[in-house]
């Protein structure tokens, strides 16, 4: 049961949802600060593509049982309890990826504790954002708040890393102490932030928390979740995969330009919010500007994946390939966000109070999936060149489409 915060309780809800957002914006920056550090493994260690980009992915394997478990979890015992342990798991894994030099192992287990903490932060954060910005007049506006906040830290995390990686001091070191820094301050800023949860008695082990939320419904399963693997398989593809195709044509400056081109997907997807929300506004009390936003993202992520595969193809451009990279790497990030706004906004309309938090968990658990598309692409690499497997993947986002898309008019409400 939701009950009021102490004192003032719009006002403070309305001066106070900045300070869980930041904590968002802070396991953000940790989960995707690794991005140019995957060509940093490859260049000085001797990483192989695919071994560097499935330690890239690992990030998934902790994530969604973090997000699966997370927020169930904090619906029961608190939004603050969970997030202030992601954040501190944050840090736990930041120092554990500092002594990645050392060998993969600390690698695999720092992405794998980062996934457990985003899983964590992302889950019960979205949805305490969510409530704490029940004052403002704006539909959804929790949802977008959380959704930029998350995202800034994914594009200024790589940005800051790459940039460290290659001209700072200590490169296996130097790049995660930003991190550090900020969870430090979100810590602080948590302390202050009041809780929107009250604590059940029922055990917090029992009666469901396991039991996978939104399943019964047909919109959420016919539509949302077929979308969800999209929002960061299209974010991934450009931050990392293609990125590593044309990085040996910008070899004096290959971790600044990964950390760019991360940065680039990330900030084109912060850029194209505010317009996906303004149609999800439109969309109240009609359904068909919802099918349209569902379009808009999915054509925008296939036209992307199609101009990559054409990009992919002229390694004969030399550093020009570099600069398409990071044109292409927008209109993905441009796809990356509309579809986060069409996701976050359909599960906060869909989902039962109660269930929030179960819900948002489950639809960002099938977003991560994405993470597996630039290791399951370089792992094809002998099966065909990269430009047709990204035309695989223009297949693949046709299909979606139109299954999706059917299925919208079918569930029309």
Do not use: C
Request: zero cysteines; a positive charge; aromatic letters at 8%.
């Amino acid at each position: 049961m939701k009950t009021p915060v102490a004192g003032t309780a719009a006002r403070s809800r309305g001066e106070t949802w900045a300070r869980a957002a930041f904590a968002l914006t802070a396991v953000g920056w940790g989960a995707n600060q690794f991005a140019p550090m995957v060509l940093l493994y490859r260049e000085r260690m001797g990483v192989s593509a695919s071994a560097a980009e499935a330690i890239f992915g690992l990030y998934a394997a902790g994530l969604v049982p973090g997000l699966l478990v997370a927020g169930p979890l904090s619906d029961r015992v608190g939004r603050r309890p969970v997030v202030v342990f992601a954040v501190l798991l944050s840090m736990v894994s930041g120092v554990v990826l500092m002594l990645g030099s050392h060998g993969l192992a600390w690698l695999s287990a720092g992405r794998v504790l980062m996934g457990v903490a985003s899983g964590a932060a992302f889950s019960a954060g979205s949805a305490w954002v969510k409530e704490l910005s029940l004052a403002e007049a704006a539909a959804g506006a929790g949802a977008r708040r959380a959704s930029i906040a998350m995202t800034a830290g994914f594009g200024l995390g790589p940005l800051v890393a790459g940039s460290l990686a290659q001209w700072g001091p200590a490169a296996f070191e130097t790049p995660y102490i930003p991190q550090l820094a900020l969870a430090a301050t979100a810590l602080r800023l948590l302390s202050q932030t009041p809780e929107t949860v009250a604590r059940r008695r029922s055990d917090v082990l029992g009666g469901g928390l396991l039991r996978l939320r939104g399943f019964s419904d047909r919109r959420f399963v016919g539509v949302v979740l077929p979308m969800a693997p999209w929002v960061f398989g299209a974010a991934t593809i450009a931050m990392v995969y293609v990125p590593g195709l044309a990085a040996g044509h910008v070899k004096g400056v290959s971790l600044a330009f990964a950390g760019t081109a991360a940065a680039v997907t990330a900030m084109a997807g912060v850029l194209i919010q505010p317009f996906a929300r303004r149609v999800v506004t439109a969309a109240a009390g009609r359904d068909g500007a919802r099918p349209r936003l569902l379009v808009l993202g999915l054509g925008l992520v296939t036209v992307g994946s199609l101009a990559e595969a054409g990009v992919a193809a002229l390694d004969r451009l030399g550093a020009w390939q570099a600069v398409l990279t990071l044109a292409v790497a927008a209109v993905m990030g441009f796809g990356y966000g509309v579809l986060m706004v069409f996701g976050l906004a359909e599960v906060q309309r869909l989902a039962p109070a109660e269930d929030l938090a179960g819900m948002t968990a489950v639809f960002q658990a099938f977003t991560y999936l994405g993470f597996a598309a630039p290791y399951m692409l370089s792992a094809l690499k002998g099966v065909a060149s990269p430009s047709t497997l990204l035309l695989g993947v223009v297949a693949l986002g046709v299909l979606t489409t139109a299954v999706t898309l059917r299925n919208a008019r079918a569930t029309a409400s």
